[in-house]
């Protein structure tokens, strides 16, 4: 079998300045420090089977300082706010290449967000998925999953709990004109259980031309993403993109 690890440990520091000239306001800053730490092991156990293991952790400081002088104050006054963020997460997925033409995967996924603040809700995700993938040409292939969450939230030591269904199916077709002119087009849709209880269709449509030194790229979108349980919403994100590229 052959194996392969990874570890990526990653720091930054933001900081952002907003003046606003009216009266009684004011200068707000913030400063955002954050490490995260990204590990991930595969390990192909067969010649068609990859089992691949991924975890990470993230740790986030908040820093928020409001400087304003209200109508009548005798000086500038502060105002401050720090929240302290702990994310974690943990996943493992098994995918197998059941034929020259079909594949199927599983996975499952632990994600949780920890508050030092007791006004906010620590939750978690829990998500078990299956896939599979068939490719009926070299340029159309079909997409079917399945997947269940269940969202669990914390505040001040009242618990709730929440879970939801999604079931999808996808198919997909590719089309190369020529070696430097081809086009993708996939459509489906995506049905929400629980209670979500809705039917959304997705797609997505690119264009890519490739000349000398540069390249061109139309692209459209339209895909689903829904919050953590909390706000029961259900977003459709329709997005356009052209991108130039020069080398």
Known sequence: SRTS???KDTFSITEDSLNVTEV????????????SVNISLANQVSPRTLVSIG?????????DQTIFNSPGATGPGAQTGKANISA??????LVHQVSSKTSM????????????DQAL?????DTADLSLNHQWTTEMSMDLSYGYSIYTFDKGGNRSDDDSESVNINIGYVKPFSSTFSSNLSAGFSYFAGFYDTTVFVGQATIEKIYKSSSFRLAYSRKTSTSTGLNNELKINNRVSVVNSYT
């Open 88 to 93: 974690n997460s943990a996943n493992i997925s």
């Open 5 to 7: 690890f990874s570890i």
């Open 121 to 125: 809700f620590d939750n978690r995700t």
């Open 105 to 116: 995967s599983i996975g499952l996924s632990e994600r949780s967000t920890e508050y030092d």
């Open 24 to 35: 009684g306001v004011q200068t707000r800053r913030t400063r955002v420090a954050a490490n």
């Open 55 to 63: 975890l990470s952790e993230r740790l986030t400081e908040y820093d």
